[in-house]
Each structure stands twice: as structure tokens, then as C-alpha cells.
């Protein structure tokens, strides 16, 4: 090896000693500089290469047959080229760099093709699949590790031989010669395992044939395990239409998180064709989810069963990825792609199936219930165990806060949710004909009856619940008749004697304070014990105003799938302003509130602001309003009808029509302001 002296121990000195040192094309004995403290000198003495401060000493002691003079100094280069003899190499600094670039640069593409072989080697021998491939002379080049298992010839074996050598069977050198692929062909290998092969000619950029490809799986296995199960026939026509149909979509990345390599099933399956992904990042694909690629790539463990939406399309999939290791080096990873749309939309679809029964008879269940305050919690808790139960069932609450929402939930979450739901309310059906609505009547029972009688809601709701709303407005007979039913479960029809046994659950609601009404005689109150086994009391709006902000949420979706808006929530600001107003009307009122106020934001508006809601804690009711006019042609009466008829006008256009509310307010039973309605002739 020729000894070399390197002038000049600079940065410039220092990499070439590094350089030269690495690639061990020269022997360095020396290295020089004026200054003992230059990286080249620090350098040389941790080598235990010699060192100077003056070239010509080491000039004399070697024969040196390389001087890389680095120091830049053209006097300094003069007087080496005059001293030197002949037979040494001068070499500019400068130069020696160049070539020494140039060779490490070949190094690092060596490496690179060098690493891309062995990465496409890994893949290749990673597939379940059996790969041979032949170049146009018909000899081996590639033998993957699923090849070598399914024929039972090594890979060394294989290599560089004449496929017909190896395997008499082998169909290739057909393929070479057509040029047409054979797909999902049947093949008998010398060794007695039956194989699905596909063959393919493989073609240079001019369309030349330069070999051919056969892609083959063991059927042997699957084949003897289907003979103990069942009729071969029928599990080769499965085998067959399972590999047919089969997508197993690739993908390739490399440490970078860059696109290498994607196959035909991948493009089908997202819709993405190679120029669209190869070199792009690994997240190219993916429309909706984390890349499990660069989470594999960060954490150099594998993943299994990963959800995502992929592609244009946003198909629904299933990834499994795992890293590619060389040398104990992560060099990339290589995803597997399931289509599983298919599945979600049939899950889809029967969880809408479930939806559309559910509107059939009760049409929420507990998640839909929207609180997390303490008092709604705990009313929720004492539902769920009623619903557990088949005990009497008392909702007590204010109007508005969900009663009825309760009610449904209660018989979803029971032992009777496939059977009826049937809901009353006690107070918006005419006092003479509620009786025969609940339980029924008989052929003749009063005129104007339907001849063959008719079944009552009671009967109707059999295995079922039945929800009695405003059970606090039935009458005395009513009530009687409601006890017979809680204690001896049968009902008799109007104008009937024969009892009727019935299995009904009965769940009740009031928002009248029953213990008043048994005071003044109004209410039973043996009925009254029996309907409370199970009271629930369902707290006010103004009890939970934590709950606000869910509520708001909540209610803002429904509004905007009702009126086709597009609202995205409520400012905090204007959430503090909706929990400082009481609410009289409880979560019904507060919908109302944000029902306007959607409905009057312009369309470009997509959050509500404070200035959007209007003045609610200073809303009263205008006394001009509700005054009359006194003149003499008018009585006492004619004053107090016409002060009545504009009270409940006033009242009602203050809550909206809302009729429960109303009678609240102004402190008459909802039978009550019914009447009074009709009285004035008000709509």
C-alpha cells in the first residue's frame, strides 16, 4: 500500500485523514501542521500516526510515495514540487477531496441498490404466496421462501437453473413462449401438492419479453382439512371463489415514511394509482385516521386491525402493518389493506332498521337523555332501576323536562321493549270519552257505538307499558277504574261485565302536586299509594343549569336537521347568559329559544352570539295588554270574560301555545284552560 503524507491538518486535512483512513486506499505516516492543536494532528495522535511541524523532516525519514498538500498556500505547494523526488505524487488538496468524494458517493450507491435488493428480497419472502420467476433463457431468478416451502427445493438449489430441471411440471416456459397469462390455474407439483397458479409474461419498456412470473399458493393442506368436514367438491368450488374474490391490497414505505411500492389491489381498493402515492407520504391515502405506517415506523412495533377510511372514495378498511428490519435497522414497513365497507354499510343499514322499529313504538332510550348534573344523574340511576322492575312507575316534574322522555326510555330499557308502548295524555281527551278509550267498550254500550264493540288503549298495550300523561286530570270514576287495574291486573270494557285480565306496566306522570289534590278530595288517595311505589322526580332546567351547554349542543343538531341550518354551537358568553334566566318552561322552552333563534341568524352565521338571543330576564308581560275596556254598555261579566279571553291569548303567545305551560301559569288544570279555550272561541 503506498505511503502517503498529508500537509496541512486543518478541517480540510482533517477529513481527508478521515476519508483515507476509512477507505484504506494509502497508508498515512504522516501529518503535518505548524500548530499542535489542529484537528489533523489531534486526529493523528489518537491513530498513533506520526506527526511534525515541518514536512521535510518525514520527507527524509519515509519513502513517501503521496503528498496531499492541504494547507493552500501555493509558495508551500512550490517548495514541496521542487524538493520532492521524482517518483512522488503531488496532489493538490483540492483534487484529492474531488476524488475521494467521488468515491464515497459510489460507496453510498452501492449501499443503496445493495439495500433496496435486500428490502425487495424481504417482501418478496414475506408474502404467503409462492413466487418463481425465469429470464428468457428459461433459467431461475427468484425463488422466494414460500416457493421454497411448497416445492421443497432450496433456494440455492434453484437459482440459476433451467426451471424444467427443477420442476418437469412447470408451466413458465409456455408463458415465455405465448406471451398470454394464465390465471388461477390448477398444478400438480412432482412432489404431490396441488397448486393455484397464476402465470404472467414479464415485458421490458420496448414490450419485449424478458421472462415470466408465477404466483402460486398451497392448496394440498386446505384441500385434506375440507375432505373431513365435508364434500370435496363443494369446498373446492368455496376454495375457489374465496381466492377469486380474495383483495389483499399492499402497500411499501421506506424509514421516511415515503411511498416505495403499491400493487394492483391497492389502486382498486382506494382508487390511487402509483404516480399518486409512490414517493409521496405514507399519509397520501389516508382520508380519515392516523398512518399506521409512520406510527409503526416511530415505534418499530407492528399493528394489527386498525380502522380507517382510505382514498377518494373514503372506503372503510382494515390495515395490518409491520416494520421491515434489516440488519437490525428499521428501513420501512409493509402494509395489508381489508376492504370492510361492505360490512360497515350492512351495519349501517340494521342499525338503521333498529332506528325506524324504535319509532314504531317507543322512540328513545336512555342515551338520549342529554344531562350530567348530579339531580339528573341520580333521577337517570332510580329510572334504570325502575326499568329493571316490572313495579308501577310515578314521573314527577315540571312541564318541559322530559316526563315522556323517561317514559320511553323506562320500556326500552325493560324485559317488555319488543312489545307495545302506548302513551295517553289524560288531560287533552274529553272527560266523556277518556273512560272508553282506556278500556274499551261494548257492542251497544252508548250511541253512536261501533257495532262489535272495541278494544281499549289498556288492552291494545297488553305485554306491553302504557304511559298515562297528566294522570293527576282523570276523573273520580276513572281513577276508580285505574285501581282496579293496579291491584286485580283486568280491566272491564264501558257497558260490559266480564273482567278482562290484562299484563300491562304502567307508567305514570303528573306534574300537579297529587298530595294537594288528595287534600281537597280531587284524587284517590289509595290510588295515589299505588302509582308512587316508584316515584321519579325529574329535576327543572333551573335545578341543572350545568347541563345547559350539553342541552344547547344537543338541541342546536336537532334544529339544524329540522330546518336544513348549519349552525356549529354557542359562544360561552352566550351560554352564561342562557344560565342566568330561570326557565319556567324547562328544556321545551329552551329548544323554543334556540329554535328562533336559528331560524332569524342569517345562513352565513355559524355560531350564536349573545347578540343573537333575546332579552330574557327582562320579559314581562305588558300590562296595556291584558287591560279592558270599561264602558257602560258593557256588565261585570262581559269585563271579566273579555279580561279572561285576553289573559289566556296573552299567556299562550308568551309560551308559545305551549297549553301545559299555560295552564301552569296561570294556575287552572289543563281540562280547565280546554274549556275556557272553547268558551272564547280561541284557536
Same mark, same amino acid.
Given at each position: 500500500m503506498r505511503k502517503c503524507m498529508i500537509v496541512g491538518a486543518g478541517n480540510g486535512g482533517n477529513a481527508l485523514l478521515n476519508i483515507l483512513r476509512e477507505t484504506k486506499m494509502m497508508n498515512v505516516v504522516a501529518v503535518v501542521d505548524l500548530n499542535e492543536e489542529a484537528p489533523g494532528i489531534v486526529t493523528a495522535k489518537?491513530?498513533?500516526?506520526?506527526?511534525?511541524?515541518?514536512?521535510?523532516?518525514?520527507?527524509?525519514d519515509y519513502e513517501i510515495?503521496?503528498?496531499?498538500?492541504?494547507?493552500?498556500?501555493?509558495?508551500?505547494?512550490?517548495?514541496?514540487?521542487?524538493?520532492?523526488?521524482?517518483?512522488?505524487?503531488?496532489?493538490?488538496?483540492?483534487v484529492a477531496n474531488i476524488v475521494l468524494r467521488l468515491i464515497e458517493e459510489k460507496e453510498t450507491l452501492i449501499d443503496t441498490l445493495r439495500h433496496q435488493s435486500k428490502l425487495q428480497e424481504i417482501i418478496l419472502d414475506s408474502t404467503h404466496d409462492g413466487m418463481i420467476a425465469i429470464d428468457k433463457n428459461e433459467f431461475v431468478t427468484l425463488f422466494n421462501r414460500s416457493a421454497e416451502k411448497v416445492t421443497g427445493i432450496s433456494?440455492?438449489?434453484?437459482?440459476?437453473?433451467?426451471?424444467?430441471?427443477?420442476?418437469?411440471?412447470?408451466?413458465?416456459?409456455?408463458?415465455?413462449?405465448?406471451?398470454h397469462s394464465e390465471v388461477n390455474k390448477e398444478q400438480l407439483l412432482p412432489n404431490g401438492k396441488k397448486i393455484i397458479t397464476t402465470r404472467i409474461?414479464?415485458?421490458?419498456?420496448?414490450?419485449?419479453?424478458?421472462?415470466a412470473l408465477a404466483v402460486f399458493r398451497d392448496m394440498t393442506a386446505i384441500e385434506e382439512m375440507a375432505q373431513e368436514v365435508t364434500n370435496l367438491k363443494s369446498i373446492q368450488s368455496m376454495l375457489?371463489?374465496?381466492?377469486?374474490?380474495?383483495?389483499?391490497?399492499?402497500?411499501?414505505?421506506?424509514?421516511?415514511?415515503?411511498?416505495?411500492?403499491?400493487?394492483?389491489?391497492?389502486?382498486?381498493?382506494?382508487?390511487?394509482?402509483?404516480?399518486?402515492?409512490?414517493?409521496?407520504?405514507?399519509?397520501?391515502?389516508?382520508?380519515?385516521?392516523?398512518?399506521?405506517?409512520?406510527?409503526?415506523?416511530?415505534?418499530?412495533?407492528p399493528v394489527r386491525g386498525v380502522q380507517m377510511k382510505v382514498g377518494p372514495k373514503k372506503r372503510d378498511v382494515?390495515?395490518?402493518?409491520?416494520?421491515?428490519?434489516?440488519?437490525?435497522?428499521?428501513?420501512?414497513?409493509?402494509?395489508?389493506i381489508h376492504d370492510v365497507s361492505e360490512l360497515h354499510s350492512l351495519n349501517n343499514q340494521l342499525q338503521r332498521a333498529r332506528q325506524i322499529?324504535?319509532?314504531?313504538?317507543?322512540?328513545?332510550?336512555?342515551?338520549?337523555?342529554?344531562?350530567?348534573?348530579?339531580?339528573?344523574?341520580?333521577?337517570?340511576?332510580?329510572?334504570?332501576?325502575?326499568?329493571?322492575?316490572?313495579a308501577t312507575v310515578l314521573l314527577r316534574g315540571e312541564s318541559g323536562t322530559g316526563k315522556e322522555l323517561f317514559a320511553h326510555a323506562i320500556h326500552n330499557a325493560s324485559d317488555r321493549k319488543f312489545n307495545k308502548f302506548i302513551r295517553v295524555n289524560c288531560a287533552a281527551i274529553a272527560e266523556s270519552l277518556l273512560e272508553s278509550e282506556l278500556f274499551g267498550y261494548e257492542d251497544g254500550a252508548f250511541s253512536g257505538a261501533k257495532q262489535g264493540g272495541r278494544r281499549g288503549l289498556f288492552e291494545e298495550a297488553n305485554g306491553g307499558s302504557i304511559f298515562l300523561d297528566e294522570i293527576g286530570e282523570l276523573s273520580q270514576n276513572t281513577q276508580v277504574k285505574l285501581l282496579r287495574v293496579l291491584q286485580e291486573k283486568e280491566i272491564v270494557r264501558v257497558g260490559g261485565t266480564k273482567p278482562i285480565s290484562i299484563n300491562v306496566r304502567i307508567i305514570a306522570a303528573t306534574n300537579a302536586k297529587l298530595e294537594k289534590r288528595i287534600m281537597d278530595g280531587s284524587f284517590r288517595e289509595d290510588l295515589y299509594y299505588r302509582l308512587n311505589r316508584m316515584p321519579i322526580q325529574i329535576p327543572p332546567l333551573r335545578q341543572r343549569k350545568d347541563d345547559i351547554d350539553l342541552l344547547?349542543?344537543?338541541?342546536?343538531?336537532?334544529?339544524?336537521?329540522?330546518?336544513?341550518?348549519?349552525?356549529?354551537?354557542?359562544?360561552?358568553?352566550?351560554?352564561?347568559?342562557?344560565?342566568?334566566?330561570?326557565?319556567?318552561?324547562?328544556?321545551?322552552?329552551?329548544?323554543?329559544?334556540?329554535?328562533?333563534?336559528?331560524?332569524?341568524?342569517?345562513?352565513?352565521?355559524?355560531? #350564536? *352570539?349573545?347578540?343573537?338571543?333575546?332579552?330574557?330576564?327582562?320579559? &314581562?308581560?305588558? $300590562?296595556?295588554? @291584558?287591560? %279592558?275596556?270599561?264602558?257602560?254598555?258593557?256588565?261585570?261579566?262581559?269585563?271579566?270574560?273579555?279580561?279572561?279571553?285576553?289573559? #289566556? *291569548?296573552?299567556?299562550?303567545?308568551?309560551?308559545?301555545?305551549?297549553? &301545559?305551560?299555560? $295552564?301552569?301559569? @296561570?294556575? %287552572?288544570?289543563?281540562?280547565?284552560?280546554?274549556?275556557?279555550?272553547?268558551?272564547?272561541?280561541?284557536?
Open positions: 489518537k491513530a498513533g500516526i506520526d506527526v511534525y511541524n515541518d514536512w521535510q523532516v518525514p520527507l527524509a510515495d503521496v503528498i496531499i498538500e492541504a494547507t493552500g498556500d501555493d509558495n508551500v505547494f512550490k517548495e514541496i514540487r521542487e524538493k520532492r523526488s521524482k517518483q512522488t505524487v503531488l496532489i493538490p488538496g483540492s433456494k440455492e438449489q434453484a437459482q440459476g437453473r433451467p426451471v424444467g430441471s427443477l420442476m418437469a411440471t412447470s408451466q413458465l416456459p409456455r408463458v415465455l413462449s405465448s406471451g409474461p414479464l415485458l421490458d419498456s420496448n414490450g419485449a419479453r424478458v421472462g375457489k371463489a374465496i381466492i377469486q374474490s380474495s383483495d389483499e391490497a399492499i402497500s411499501v414505505v421506506d424509514e421516511n415514511g415515503r411511498g416505495l411500492m403499491i400493487n394492483p389491489a391497492y389502486s382498486r381498493l382506494t382508487g390511487l394509482e402509483q404516480d399518486e402515492v409512490i414517493g409521496k407520504p405514507a399519509t397520501t391515502d389516508i382520508s380519515e385516521g392516523e398512518s399506521m405506517h409512520m406510527r409503526v415506523l416511530s415505534s418499530r412495533k382494515v390495515v395490518n402493518v409491520s416494520p421491515v428490519l434489516v440488519d437490525g435497522r428499521l428501513k420501512g414497513s409493509v402494509g395489508v322499529i324504535r319509532t314504531l313504538e317507543a322512540k328513545y332510550s336512555f342515551e338520549d337523555i342529554i344531562g350530567k348534573s348530579e339531580e339528573m344523574s341520580f333521577s337517570i340511576q332510580q329510572a334504570k332501576l325502575a326499568a329493571s322492575t316490572p344547547s349542543n344537543h338541541l342546536i343538531a336537532k334544529i339544524n336537521q329540522d330546518y336544513g341550518r348549519n349552525v356549529e354551537g354557542i359562544t360561552p358568553e352566550a351560554l352564561e347568559y342562557l344560565k342566568q334566566y330561570e326557565w319556567p318552561g324547562n328544556v321545551r322552552e329552551l329548544e323554543n329559544v334556540l329554535g328562533r333563534i336559528v331560524i332569524h341568524m342569517d345562513p352565513a352565521e355559524s355560531v #350564536i *352570539q349573545l347578540s343573537h338571543i333575546p332579552s330574557l330576564l327582562s320579559e &314581562t308581560k305588558s $300590562a296595556e295588554l @291584558l287591560s %279592558v275596556e270599561r264602558t257602560p254598555e258593557k256588565s261585570l261579566s262581559q269585563l271579566v270574560d273579555e279580561f279572561e279571553r285576553k289573559t #289566556i *291569548q296573552q299567556t299562550l303567545r308568551y309560551y308559545e301555545c305551549n297549553k &301545559t305551560a299555560t $295552564a301552569k301559569a @296561570l294556575g %287552572v288544570s289543563l281540562r280547565n284552560l280546554y274549556y275556557k279555550m272553547e268558551k272564547h272561541g280561541i284557536e
